[in-house]
């Protein structure tokens, strides 16, 4: 997923990434973490649309963060 990697953290997600990999014990070199935290963020955005269209009744199901968060889906 070379997007996820090429891209930048939003700032004002800091909090939450920490808060998340304190929750799944995630700990990282610092030649990954920059990659995981862009895959989080991907995913993050792709579950608040979903959970959006879930909010307008065009999904039947609500996603979430989790502790796969930060790996890519293999389709």
């Not at 997600?13 to 990954?32: H, I, R």
């Not at 989790?66 to 293999?74: C, G, K, Q």
């Amino acid at each position: 997923m070379a997007s996820a990697a090429s891209s930048s953290s939003d700032p004002s997600l800091d909090a939450e990434w920490e808060e998340w990999k304190m929750k799944y014990n995630k700990k990282y070199s610092p030649e990954v973490e920059g990659y995981r935290r862009a895959v989080w963020e991907e995913n993050k955005k792709m579950i608040e649309q979903h959970n959006a269209d879930y909010e307008q009744g065009k999904t039947s199901f609500m996603m979430g963060l989790n502790h796969f968060s930060d790996m890519v889906t293999i389709t």
